[in-house]
């Protein structure tokens, strides 16, 4: 955060929608609240969550909640406090999440039968499935700026977010828009399929 710049005073001006002091805040917070959120989320979690997707959650809920004045932050240490106190309350959600009934993380079982890998492995798309599989990859990107097949060929690659932004030379939260759109869109794709 610049030495100019207060708590108060960058509240105040994200309260009255200024980008800058809104990004200054996140910029300021996101790193160390990943490690925290890291500390509070379970090795088991390391493939479905980690600590950069709880930060995202972390930010939507503080700055939502900060535009509806349910917040009222004095100094710095009352701004990290309550960002640690979020921060840990949502690695826990998500802990308690992915434990529940059917999306139970300890409840899976690895393969290990070696033949079934290599059939698996080996199993390629017939031409209708993969004629299928690109007018849909081509319906979700139709209209979007070409670094949006980037972000999601590398996502699909399983990079995280801080790589595609290193990889691509844009922010984190680019991808992060990136992603939610297209996400967004796949959700609309496969609506009539789960009525």
């Known amino acids: 955060m610049p030495v100019s710049e207060t708590p108060t005073n960058l509240m105040e001006r994200h309260r009255q929608g200024d980008a800058e002091a809104t990004a200054l805040i996140f910029a300021h ?90 059939r698996l492995a080996d199993h390629e798309p017939g031409p209708a499935e993969a004629a299928i599989l690109l007018d849909q990859i081509e319906v979700l990107l139709n209209n979007l700026p070409a670094m949006y097949c980037d972000v999601l060929d590398w996502r699909l690659q399983g990079h995280s977010a801080t790589d595609i932004a290193n990889r691509l030379g844009v922010s984190r939260r680019s991808v992060y828009r990136a992603l939610e759109l297209l996400g967004h869109r796949l959700e609309k794709m496969s609506a009539p399929f789960t009525k």
């Open 29 to 118: 917070y996101a790193q160390r609240l990943s490690r925290v959120a890291e500390q509070h989320l379970s090795r088991k979690l390391a493939g479905r969550v980690d600590g950069e997707d709880v930060v995202q959650s972390v930010f939507r809920t503080f700055f939502r909640r900060t535009l509806a004045g349910e917040f009222q932050i004095d100094s710095s240490e009352q701004l990290w406090q309550l960002l640690v106190k979020i921060t840990v309350r949502k690695a826990q959600a998500q802990g308690r999440r992915h434990t529940a009934a059917m999306r139970d993380i300890s409840a899976e079982t690895p393969v290990t039968d070696s033949d079934a890998i290599a």
